[in-house]
């Protein structure tokens, strides 16, 4: 997370003097309202995305966890990842959260990657801009051609990589604790 941040800030400065040499230091007060317009449109949707997936960790049982999105699932896990995946609006600031709680919780590295695929590639808040912009046709083309890559994604990782489902819970634990890069 450290790491992260100090290479956010360095891109800011980077940024910064570019724009103070282009436009003068009137730019930086620009950049500074900007981005706090945008820190206060998307507050209130951040608060909400991280108390949902702080929620899901204390309400939702692990039993439950596991029976529908862990090992014991299985394919239903994977497709039940997919659907909520295609259901959960927002950007990557309301869903990653979300994938984190599900692996903190007891799903599987496959169901959670097949959540985050299906968000990205089947929302179905999109659909109507999509369909309202590209067309019916491309719309249905692009969703068809689609409709696998999730489910294929969440097999593959739970094949290759389901032995570290363990091992990804404590790095994920580590980062919320310290603020660390695990």
């Given at each position: 997370m450290k790491t992260t941040i100090f290479i956010m800030t360095a891109i800011t400065?980077?940024?910064?003097?570019i724009g103070i040499y282009q436009h003068g230091t009137g730019i930086i007060l620009q950049g500074l309202m900007a981005g706090g317009e945008?820190?206060?449109?998307?507050m209130p949707l951040l608060a909400a995305a991280f108390i949902l997936a702080g929620m899901i960790q204390v309400v939702v049982s692990k039993e439950m966890i596991n029976k529908w999105l862990g090992k014991e699932a299985g394919v239903k896990g994977i497709i039940l990842g997919g659907i909520a995946g295609a259901l959960i609006p927002g950007g990557p600031?309301?869903?990653?959260?979300?994938?984190a709680s599900f692996l903190l919780s007891g799903a599987e590295i496959g169901t959670v990657l097949t959540f985050v695929v299906a968000k990205n590639v089947w929302s179905l808040s999109r659909l109507p801009m999509e369909f309202a912009l590209l067309g019916l046709e491309v719309t249905y083309v692009r969703f068809i051609v689609t409709l696998i890559f999730p489910v294929i994604v969440g097999l593959v990782a739970n094949a290759f990589f389901g032995g570290y489902a363990d091992k990804v819970r404590e790095q994920i634990k580590k980062i919320q604790k310290t603020g660390e890069k695990a």
């Amino acid at each position: 997370m450290k790491t992260t941040i100090f290479i956010m800030t360095a891109i800011t400065i980077l940024l910064a003097a570019i724009g103070i040499y282009q436009h003068g230091t009137g730019i930086i007060l620009q950049g500074l309202m900007a981005g706090g317009e945008m820190l206060i449109e998307v507050m209130p949707l951040l608060a909400a995305a991280f108390i949902l997936a702080g929620m899901i960790q204390v309400v939702v049982s692990k039993e439950m966890i596991n029976k529908w999105l862990g090992k014991e699932a299985g394919v239903k896990g994977i497709i039940l990842g997919g659907i909520a995946g295609a259901l959960i609006p927002g950007g990557p600031y309301i869903f990653y959260p979300i994938a984190a709680s599900f692996l903190l919780s007891g799903a599987e590295i496959g169901t959670v990657l097949t959540f985050v695929v299906a968000k990205n590639v089947w929302s179905l808040s999109r659909l109507p801009m999509e369909f309202a912009l590209l067309g019916l046709e491309v719309t249905y083309v692009r969703f068809i051609v689609t409709l696998i890559f999730p489910v294929i994604v969440g097999l593959v990782a739970n094949a290759f990589f389901g032995g570290y489902a363990d091992k990804v819970r404590e790095q994920i634990k580590k980062i919320q604790k310290t603020g660390e890069k695990a």
